[in-house]
């Protein structure tokens, strides 16, 4: 045990300290030197022994990240803590991979630039990490630096996996400086230049947030409910009467063009007549429409699905959105359709139905692209509903599931990624927390409405977003109208593009080897046999 912790604690502790730098703890800046001793450690290692030092510090910097999901267990049983591990080790597993590639070309070709291909490697394991197998990306190291506006920006030329590959890039020029003895200055300088240049241009690329002559003024409303009232049909209605209610005085405040109200609010068919009267009776006082989270019933399957609806100022049900992209064992089972036993042993704490296509939604003079809580993960989504004409982003979620954690926090990171990418004001409505308001730079506003429980509403001031965690709560803010993107393709090249070049790095090192390994057979048969 001594050895083993000699040989491989300073790479566990990069990884730990590395998920210190998400929210809720924010250590961000950070983020800058703390993988220096993973890839110092690593920088002359055997493919083997590279991907067993990146496997322990993934394991470690996911087991830290996603600490708040061990809250499954009150939710669906002792197997959610297993689900858990199981998770932090198949994401590890990536990292292991990105190691032992890595010193694998380097070995190869030992005069490649090892930094340059190092960031190059993780950018395109941060992008299968958030496409294969449905995707789950939560851990890019770009989401960790949401309070850096200029480095962030960066996102809208590449994507959140460019703000990530920036990081590893200096972390691994001063790796370099550590575990060589030649070129420190030049390196030293290089990570220098790069940290500078990159804030130097992302403070050319904002621009103040541009709003209408007549703001889109949109009501958010933080609810609050706690899941065991959501899952007890009793309150049902009751929820939906209160959530109108306090909609009412956000709007005596500040008349409204648009309310929003988060996921899973309305826990049954929005057709139910007195879910219904209650819904239009609000739109109608307010004279303007709700976009609200729903559950309903597919006609053609009898299945229930976690949804969103659009009712008009008249009162009319205009559209829904169905959710595509379920969270995986909170709302569906993976594999169940091939293994049936998995649902047995390990089951789903919902069993929802997924919806088929995006969809934009007309909502008064704007139109928005609605995102259901996990699907905010998925940048394909959201750049696909700017293309499709939203000029609004709306993410609705509900983390009732894990309290006060830093999963709130953390999502809301990922939330102002979207924006900053997408170059779209995005409004993020959450049950519990933190809701608000960004402009496509990535600027967070606040709801500043306090609802304290006996009918009162005050605003309050100086507060923080996690002081507004598990607190019900409201605001009106302004929707900034979209701003351009820097470059004319958007962000979506880059991942792709930094995939299609590691694959050739590994191709050209693959045939490398195989032709030296050719050249010295050759060269070994060629060479006259000794005399005994």
């Not at 959201?382 to 999963?407: H, K, M, P, Q, Y």
């Not at 507004?468 to 803010?477: D, F, K, P």
């Amino acid at each position: 045990m001594t050895v083993f912790f000699k040989t491989y604690l300073l790479s566990i502790a990069s990884g730990v300290v590395l998920a210190l730098c998400f929210p809720g703890w924010h250590l961000y800046p950070l983020a800058w030197a703390i993988l220096v001793p993973l890839f110092a450690r690593c920088w002359s290692c055997s493919p083997r022994q590279a991907a067993s030092h990146f496997f322990l510090a993934g394991t470690s910097f996911y087991l830290v990240l996603l600490q708040w999901l061990m809250s499954n267990v009150y939710w669906a049983g002792g197997w959610a803590f297993w689900g858990y591990v199981g998770l932090c080790i198949i994401m590890s597993l990536y990292w292991a991979l990105l190691g032992a590639v890595w010193a694998y070309v380097r070995g190869v070709s030992p005069r490649v630039p090892a930094a340059v291909v190092l960031a190059l490697l993780w950018m395109a394991m941060e992008f299968v990490q958030a496409t294969a197998f449905t995707g789950f990306g939560w851990g890019a190291l770009g989401y960790s630096q949401g309070k850096d506006l200029y480095l962030i920006q960066w996102a809208a030329l590449g994507g959140v996996s460019l703000v990530s590959g920036i990081l590893v890039l200096v972390n691994a020029l001063l790796a370099g400086v550590v575990a060589e003895r030649k070129f420190h200055m030049m390196r030293l300088i290089a990570a220098a230049a790069i940290a500078a240049g990159v804030h130097g241009a992302g403070y050319l690329l904002v621009r103040p947030a541009q709003y209408a002559e007549q703001p889109f003024q949109v009501g958010l409303l933080q609810a609050d409910f706690p899941l065991e009232m959501k899952w007890d049909p009793e309150y049902t209605v009751d929820m939906v009467a209160n959530a109108a209610e306090k909609s009412r005085i956000l709007d005596q405040s500040t008349p409204v063009s648009l309310v929003i109200w988060p996921e899973s609010l309305i826990m049954d068919d929005v057709e139910v007549p007195e879910i219904l009267d209650a819904v239009q009776s609000l739109t109608r006082d307010i004279e303007a429409p709700l976009f609200a989270g729903t559950h309903r019933t597919n006609r053609d399957t009898s299945g229930s699905m976690n949804s969103s609806v659009l009712v008009e100022a008249d009162g009319s049900v205009a559209d829904f959105y169905d959710k595509i992209h379920l969270a995986p064992f909170g709302e569906y089972v993976p594999l169940s359709e091939w293994l049936p036993f998995i649902s047995k042993v390990v089951p789903a704490i919902g069993d929802i139905e997924a919806g088929t296509v995006p969809k934009t939604l007309q909502a008064g003079e704007r139109s928005i692209g609605p995102l259901i809580c996990f699907e905010v993960l998925f940048a394909p989504m959201a750049a696909r509903l700017r293309e499709d004409g939203a000029d609004l982003l709306v993410v609705i979620t509900n983390l009732g599931w894990f309290g006060s954690s830093s999963a709130v926090s953390q999502e809301l990171e990922v939330a102002r990624l979207r924006a900053v990418e997408t170059r779209l004001p995005l409004a993020h409505c959450a049950n519990t927390g933190i809701t608000g308001m960004f402009d496509p730079y990535g600027r967070f506003s606040l709801i500043d409405i306090y609802f304290d429980g006996h009918g009162n509403a005050y605003r309050i001031a100086n507060v923080g977003p996690e002081a507004t965690r598990m607190h019900r709560l409201g605001g009106v803010l302004p929707a900034a109208l979209p701003a351009p993107h820097p470059l004319p393709i958007g962000p979506w090249l880059v991942p792709r593009a930094t995939l299609l070049a590691s694959a050739a790095l590994v191709a050209v090192a693959l045939v490398m080897r195989r032709t030296r390994g050719k050249q010295a057979a050759g060269a070994h048969a060629a060479s006259p046999k000794q005399d005994n």
